[in-house]
């Protein structure tokens, strides 16, 4: 399985809301550095942040939920 890098987070709390919306909608993905950055936030900036990473054939699916959801809360 290909997985691709589709966000970065400096926050545990909203990586983990975005990765929960995206696994209850059947999309395979996963948060990369989740633990090291949860341990020494200060790491952070220099590892990328905790990355979002999607399957490959999903990335575009996935792509358009958390921009749709983005659109949606920016409207109320």
Not at 12 to 40: F, K, R, S, V
Not at 41 to 56: D, R, W
């Amino acid at each position: 399985m290909n997985y691709i890098q589709i966000r970065s987070f400096d926050n545990y709390i909203n990586a983990n809301i975005q990765l929960g919306m995206l696994q209850n909608e059947g999309i395979n993905c996963h948060l990369m550095d989740e633990y090291i950055i949860t341990l020494d936030p200060l790491l952070s900036p220099a590892i990328g942040g905790m990355k979002l990473m999607v399957y490959e054939t999903q990335a575009q699916r996935a792509k358009e939920l958390l921009e749709d959801v983005e659109n949606h809360h920016r409207q109320d």
